[in-house]
Structures are given as structure tokens and as C-alpha cells.
């Protein structure tokens, strides 16, 4: 598709347990970003990507949340040792670079 | 520490009349602001955006304007439609942006309901 491509929509799991979640950005898109939006809450920045440089990980709540971006396209979040108060709704966007942001649907994780 | 605040979590307006959403911001040095619109069950979507060089940038029915010395901007939607119902996030970003010039800072967003 032309959109930014998020996987799964919606995702439930237990405390502790680990958990992954894909982007595909729009291809050609430079760079990436993962946000969350927890409930009542705005978009929190959680990571960013551009091109082959290190990425911006000043966002990242824990050292139980890491990201990787392969090949310059598609990225993973995985969320490691599962907490209730990570649950929130996860969502990537790519860009050119400056300004506008492309978002995907998101994905809703629940922690129960 | 929020950085971007919608005081407003809610507007209601009437099809037809203004909606205004406002935003403030704390960070004199954001260069660049954007306001996003979402739906439900949707990510967001852009909507328009103004630099710092200027005051005003309007796009039919939209228009944002910016007040560098009260650092505030707001969200003219003219006239209101309900298909504007949707939950309106402002975002700002600048070269202190925790050090990335593309980190988009966002408020907690205002929810705007269009009464037919």
C-alpha cells in the first residue's frame, strides 16, 4: 500500500511476557518515528530514525523498550517484561525529513 | 514538563460557525508548528503547518496563526463542518528539540464536536 503499514492493530498480553511491533513506512521515507498515546494522553515521542544514522532514542521510557530499523525500511518495537502502564496505542510515522509526519493506524497494546 | 499545551480538552461548536483551537507552547526556540486531525481508530492525519517567519497560513477553511511573543497559535476552522468532528493535535518542533530537528513535540490534544 502507499500508507505507513502497522502490525498487529491490536495486540493483548499478559504482564511479563514480551512483545513486538512491526512498521512499514512509506517507501523512500527517510525517516521514521515510533510515538504512543496512552489514555488521555497526547502523542509521546518514543524513538527516531533517519537514514544510517544513530537513531534518537531519547524518547524510550525504560530499557525494557528497544527498536531497530533493518535495511532503512521497515522497523520493529519490542517491548520487553510487559507492564499494565504500557499499555497505549503505538504508532509509527515516516517522513521525507522535515515536518510533515505520514502515521499509520497504530497498535492498541493491552496489558493485562 | 509539557513543552505543547491544549488547555482545552473539548470544544463544541454549531455547523456553520468558527471553531478556534489554541495551543501554547513553552519553548521559544520551536521554529516550525503543525496541526494534526484524527479520527477514531485512525492515526493522524497532517493538516496544515506554519514557520516561525510568519504569522498567518491559511488552506480553505483552515487557517493557523501565530504569536511568536505570547507563544501561541491557534486553529481557524471557517465554516464548520461535521466532518470536522475529530480530536485536533498541535505539534511543534525546532533545533532544541532534544537535539533532533525532526522530533515533533505534541499536546494532549482538543476534541472537537460539530453539532449539525
Known amino acids: 500500500g502507499a500508507g505507513v503499514s502497522q502490525s498487529p492493530s491490536n495486540k493483548v498480553t499478559e504482564k511479563g511476557k514480551d512483545v513486538e511491533l512491526r512498521c512499514d513506512p512509506i517507501?523512500?521515507?527517510?525517516?521514521l518515528y515510533w510515538y504512543r498515546q496512552s489514555l488521555g494522553q497526547g502523542l509521546e515521542f518514543l524513538i527516531y530514525?533517519?537514514?544510517?544514522?544513530?537513531?534518537?532514542k531519547s524518547g524510550l521510557p525504560s530499557d525494557r523498550f528497544s527498536a531497530e530499523r533493518t535495511g532503512g525500511s521497515v522497523s520493529t518495537l519490542t517491548i520487553q517484561r510487559t507492564q499494565q502502564e504500557d499499555s497505549a496505542v503505538y504508532l509509527c510515522?515516516?517522513?521525507?525529513?522535515?515536518?510533515?509526519?505520514?502515521f499509520g493506524e497504530g497498535s492498541r497494546l493491552t496489558v493485562l | 514538563d509539557q513543552q505543547v499545551k491544549q488547555n482545552s480538552p473539548s470544544l463544541s461548536v454549531q455547523e456553520g460557525r468558527i471553531s478556534i483551537l489554541n495551543c501554547d507552547y513553552t519553548?521559544?526556540?520551536?521554529?516550525?508548528f503543525l496541526w494534526y486531525k484524527k479520527y477514531p481508530a485512525e492515526g493522524p492525519t497532517f493538516l496544515i503547518s506554519i514557520s516561525s517567519i510568519k504569522d498567518k497560513n491559511e488552506d480553505g477553511r483552515f487557517t493557523v496563526f501565530l504569536n511568536k511573543s505570547a507563544k501561541h497559535l491557534s486553529l481557524h476552522i471557517v465554516p464548520s463542518q461535521p466532518g470536522d468532528s475529530a480530536v485536533y493535535f498541535c505539534a511543534a518542533s525546532g533545533p532544541n528539540s532534544g537535539g533532533s530537528n525532526y522530533k515533533l513535540t505534541f499536546g494532549k490534544g482538543t476534541l472537537l464536536t460539530v453539532n449539525p
Open positions: 510515522a515516516s517522513s521525507h525529513g522535515v515536518g510533515e509526519l505520514f
Open positions: 519553548n521559544s526556540m520551536f521554529d516550525y
Open positions: 530514525f533517519q537514514g544510517n544514522s544513530a537513531p534518537d
Open positions: 517507501s523512500g521515507h527517510t525517516a
